[in-house]
Nanobody, 120 residues
Framework: QVQLVESGGGLVQAGGSLRLSCAAS????????MRWYRQAPGKQREWVAGATRGGSTNYADSVKGRFTISRDNVKNTVYLQMNNLKPEDTAVYYCNGDFTLTTRSSVGFWGRGTQVTVSS
């Protein structure tokens, strides 16, 4: 199995920056497509950004130009650099990824999330 642990959340003023990390550990053969989602209070979870193993990235329109997803395939870690944060970015941010395990089976996993709060 795989454990995903997010970190880096916190309270920041509007216009500020945070860098989230998601470290994967366990029976990992390869870390494949990775994604960040977020869920604000009273709202559905929404996709924020994604990165393929080869490094291709894409973003939700709401964060394009402000957020950057990156990954370290050696450390099995994915990052989300968030700049020019807005109050509407306040949410719990979740890491999600597809993994090939050492058994060669492919499975998806979720982290438990990290809170990001942006004050106005």
């Amino acid at each position: 199995q795989v454990q995903l642990v997010e970190s880096g959340g916190g309270l920041v003023q509007a216009g500020g920056s945070l860098r989230l990390s998601c470290a994967a550990s366990g029976s990992i053969f390869s870390m494949n497509d990775m994604r960040w989602y977020r869920q604000a209070p009273g709202k559905q979870r929404e996709w924020v950004a994604g990165a393929t193993r080869g490094g291709s990235t894409n973003y939700a329109d709401s964060v394009k130009g402000r957020f950057t997803i990156s990954r370290d395939n050696v450390k099995n870690t994915v990052y989300l650099q968030m700049n020019n944060l807005k109050p509407e970015d306040t949410a719990v941010y979740y890491c999600n990824g597809d993994f090939t395990l050492t058994t060669r089976s492919s499975v998806g996993f979720w982290g438990r999330g990290t809170q990001v709060t942006v004050s106005s």
